[in-house]
């Protein structure tokens, strides 16, 4: 019986360790995607914006934008709408393609997703509800959710890239 508790805390001690990753990576991850998602977001409403005001009010816009700025012609209010939002569009094109391209949203969806089911598998051993042979295997799928995450137990580390 007391092979068994060895091994439980021993498979215990490697949940904790995976949880201790997956919230180190989560800790770098969330910023990474909120700023690509607010970059995304912000420059589609910032380009549409710019191009609003003269889609809208036309020549009338312009003129009022020209006698606000003190600019010399309206086609220099048009130059710079016209700059602003292309700028604008192409920061939120390269947000988006950055977080598409690096699957930021889904790395850190399964890597959330992994964590919950290794606090739930932990508890379930901690309660004795699992046989130890279900728990490594559980164990065994949750880590192989997240194979881009650093694992770390102990003085050995394993990179699982």
Not at 101 to 121: F, I, P, R
Request: with cysteine; proline share 2%.
């Amino acid at each position: 019986m007391k092979q068994a508790d060895a091994a439980r805390k021993k498979l215990t001690d490697r949940i904790e360790a995976q949880e201790t990753s997956i919230g180190d990576y989560l800790k770098r991850a969330r910023p990474r995607r909120n700023r690509l998602m607010n970059l995304s977001v912000w420059g589609s409403v910032l380009a549409a914006i710019l191009t609003a005001g003269p889609a809208f009010g036309g020549t009338k816009f312009t003129a009022a934008v020209q006698g606000v700025f003190f600019l010399p012609e309206s086609s220099v209010v048009w130059q710079i709408l016209c700059l602003s939002a292309v700028l604008s569009s192409g920061v939120a094109a390269l947000a988006t393609n950055l977080a598409s391209s690096h699957s930021v949203q889904a790395k850190v969806t399964a890597a959330e997703t992994s964590n919950a089911q290794l606090e739930s598998l932990k508890v379930a051993i901690e309660l004795g509800c699992l046989e130890l042979e279900d728990a490594v295997t559980l164990f065994q799928q949750y880590v192989a959710q997240v194979p881009f995450i650093e694992f770390k137990f102990g003085e050995a580390q394993r990179d699982y890239r």
